[in-house]
């Protein structure tokens, strides 16, 4: 069973938080973060007891589902479908408040969470890191370029909350899709496979109520390498000496893809059948965080492009669900005129059968008369011993009576209403 933010706003404001829990069986502290998860004021202390004596607290009214806020609940954690409003940038007749600079954390806490993660997880082939947990901001890179990568999406995500905007992980239920990428700086044609790590759910930037999605990953580059120890090892930075030694006399080397050390970040629309995408990359002389700023305007300028993209989504889409309707009507027709056909062969071919077999009956039926009536012109011994014989027959031969099939047959019309 599912419950929507607006039918718990007025539960809990027309009886007390205990028999609101009770009825949907869960307890107290349970039902208030999932109040304070839907953005649902709640009664203050004493507020049934002020109730009880007369004196009337005026209720605060249901707040605007903000960008991220979830829209229901349900106790199997399988909530329904609710249609959300269409995405809108900024309304720019209210500009968001801009928060000073004596207000922003010295870290976003969603890169806070990801710096004490990555200090414990391993490398795999490449040099990426390999984090263990799913749910966590959506950044790849290599050991070396960690810190730096971290710094840069801290800098990006405290500077688009400065501007009023939302970076969060995707919340439930929103259904915004992770857009992949290639890491390679340069795209070859052979079927690329990446074994890089994904996140759970999209890391976005609520700008407005429209998604952004983010992605910031290391690049990697195609480089001559040898295998030493189980690692991939640039031959560029393999000592002088040791490239001639004897203990990589026996080896070889070959081409493979490692980080690059440079950074990419992805930003692109989330929403299905939607297609914008924007990269900026960095080079050898120009890094990413000298863009930051160009990378926040450009993001709040997406918003609109990004929220014309879904309103015609969901025209295609509307005009995709008429069609099926169309279709399934049309078949439904289809099956009611082949199940008429068929109702009307069946009861014909029925109908065919009981008149066959009433002919045969009472052709079959003349012959016992026949003879019968020969049997009355023998001796008393002749006639018994025939009569007991045709009786003999007549009850294997014939089958049900005729009649009795005719009245069991069913019409076309009685067919279809079975």
Known sequence: MSVTREQLYEEIWAEPITKVSKRYGVSDSFL?????RLNVPRPPMGYWAKLAVGKIIPRPP????GPGDELEWSRDGRPKRVRRAAPKPPDPARPARIRKRAERPASHSLIAEARTHFEKVDEIDGGYLRPTKKLMVDLISSRPTLDR????ANELFLLLEDRGHHVMIAPRG?????????????????NHYSHLWNPYR???VFIGTVAIGLTLF????NVEVRRVDGKYVRVSELPALKRKSWAYSNDWTFKHDLASGRLCLQAYSPYHDTEWKQQWRETKSVDLKSKIKTIARELAEAASVIAEQVAEAERRAEIRRREWEIQQERWRREREEQR??????ASREELYAIIEAWGESKRIEGFFSEAEQLAGGLNAEDRHSLMARLKEARAQIL??????RFLAWKSAEERLRD
């Not at 259904?175 to 795209?187: I, N, Y």
């Not at 008429?340 to 062969?345: G, H, Q, T």
């Not at 089958?399 to 009795?404: H, I, R, S």
Request: glycine share 4%; aromatic share 2%.
């Open 32 to 36: 208030v973060r999932i109040l304070q």
């Open 62 to 65: 249901l707040p605007e589902p």
């Open 149 to 152: 990568a971290l710094d840069i």
């Open 174 to 190: 929103h259904e915004l899709r992770r857009v992949g990428f290639d890491e390679r700086e340069e795209s070859r044609s052979n």
């Open 202 to 204: 999209a890391t976005v």
């Open 218 to 221: 290391e690049t990697s580059e």
């Open 340 to 345: 008429r056909k068929d109702a009307i062969k």
């Open 399 to 404: 089958g049900p009576d005729a009649l009795k």
